[in-house]
């Protein structure tokens, strides 16, 4: 878990480059404290390196040399990230390689993999990674994101070479070395208001995008990136045999207690994030097992109803785990919001970002790693939203024409009235109905204040290329499926990463684990949404991992009491102020931005999630294109073993 940052140059200036790349990479310091500042270079490729030291702290430095024995330095790696199967990995190269070593870590086991097996190397690992190789023999680049994109990786190609790294902030400051400038992307930006997050591949920047989940690339001097998608999500729905389900369930809870061992592999503690959901508890309660000292981290806020404090406590209880929590107020909320969306990179108006900033910082004085429970929902069935193709099967039975029909029927009847939206509905098809979790506009009140408004750059404008690989599927695993490539890498996990890693944080996922996802995949609908809950199978797999009190609680999320604090004195002034100061009028329409505001306040409409996300945006916009923001960004020492 690191900071990675290089330049693939066109004209072989690499070695005069090597102090800027220096220099850029100390905007991303925060992700590697315990050896900052690691560069190496040749002719063609300029590595910058911060080390985040995990595993064989007091060796395995980066950036890593690795060759065979006949040309014992031949590669240079930077890598971001957690190989979990290292030491299977390093065992099989050297069994059937002769493969040899001189670190006890898992960068050794990338390279030597890629070595003796090629690119097809990439799908033998387990684990979170972004990383960079580079030949000095072949002359040849090759990069690698891990299947569900958990670690991040930008890149940019100029007439100058081509950049790339863990943190966009580095690579603006690259740019201009190759040939590049900082033009914002329209495309992006609607993408974003609607969605309230940058789906992949774009940025808001036009000429850097970002290396998909689940694909490599190969670079040469002087030509662009050829890509090669490694792993594709297929959902493949296997009837339970009868008399065979507990076989099933304990299949689940098998591949998800071997997760868990394998995450919990480091040479520094290793605590969780405990909330009051089944997820987070099942990885407290299976991490247990192998830290009986476990220490557990919740959030919530000075709110009565906003917290999931006390059913936290609850389940750190009940399996024994050491519990601390962190209270969060409006002011401490307010204060943070600069300095958080400097850490994201791009805008991501998720909320729940706040709250997560809070909590890594308090579990960073007592842990160097945390597990959390992100990717179960979109494996197992978890969001009430994949209930829907139930309610609305009758329409599936409609002519055609009479589901249009519906449709011109419901846009007549007037807001509010029940019915209006189940026919709104049940008139769509799945692919413009759904587009993963999250939507903030429609599009009348995003014409109304985007002034670069087109309407073919909506949803589907990113999900029909998605969808377009997944015919015949049934609709609940296509919405999965939707919720991998959209919703997961584009908001939840990119907070996951930025968020603990803006407080040198390492956080594992061991749900999206290629173990774990191998038995969800296969699960048939009527074991994600059944009995009148979500995540069946994964609940009743868990039956004897979960407390009881917990495992049929009704889902929560993690709220926010955002509508309060926007509408109340918490965030009112704070919200008119930035609206008033953001030189965003190209962008937006101020006047319609302050109506929403308004109306707001005076209660006619819950515009919370709308006005949150034009509000991060331009806080965004005020901090890397107006110039305007500068957050105090602290330079924090924290020790290398905790």
Known sequence: MCGLLGLLTSDSSAASARDLVAAASHCMRHRGPDEP???????DVAFGFNRLAFIDIEHSHQPLRWGPPESPDRYAMVFNGEIYNYLELRAQLSADEGAVFRTEGDGEAIVA???????????RLRGMFAFAIWDTEKRSLFLARDPFGIKPMFIATGPGGTVFGSEKKSLLELLGRVGLGERLDDRAIEHYTVLQYVPEPETLHTDITRLESGTHATLTPGSPPRTHRYFTPQFESRPF????????????????????????????????????????????????????????????????????VDVAAESAAAIGARHVVKVVGPAE??????EIVWYLDDPVADPALVPLYFVAKEARKHVKVVLSGEGADELFGGYTIYKEPLSLKPFDRLPAGLRSAAGRLSDRIPEGTRGKSLLHRGSMPLEERYYGNARSFDDARLRSVLRSYRPEWTHTDVTADIYATTRGWDPVARMQHIDLFTWLRGDILVKADKITMANSLELRVPFLDPEVFEVARLLPTDQKISHGTTKYA??????????????????????????????????????????TASQT????????????????RAGTVDNSRRLWTILVFMVWHAIFVEKTLTPDISDHTYPVKL
């Open 241 to 308: 045999r009868v008399g065979g389900e507990q076989a099933r369930y304990d299949e689940i809870a098998e591949a998800l207690s071997d997760s868990v061992a394998k995450h919990m592999r480091a040479d520094v503690t290793v605590g969780s994030f405990l909330s009051g959901g089944i997820d987070s508890t099942a990885i407290a309660a299976l991490a247990i097992r192998h830290n009986p000292d476990l220490i557990t981290f919740t959030t919530g806020f000075e709110r009565e109803g906003y917290s999931e």
């Open 585 to 600: 009028d190209h962008i937006f329409n101020r006047a319609a931005v302050f109506g929403m505001l308004d109306e707001h």
């Open 113 to 123: 993999a890629f070595h003796h097996w090629g690119a097809d190397s990439v799908s």
């Open 37 to 43: 500042g690691g560069t190496w270079s040749d002719a």
């Open 333 to 338: 909320f307010a204060a943070s919001i600069p």
């Open 538 to 579: 994964l609940r009743r797999a868990l039956e004897q991992i979960v407390p009881a009190h917990v495992l049929h609680r009704k889902k929560l999320g993690f709220p926010v009491p955002l509508r309060h604090w926007l509408a109340g004195t918490e965030l009112y002034d704070w919200a008119r102020e930035t609206v």
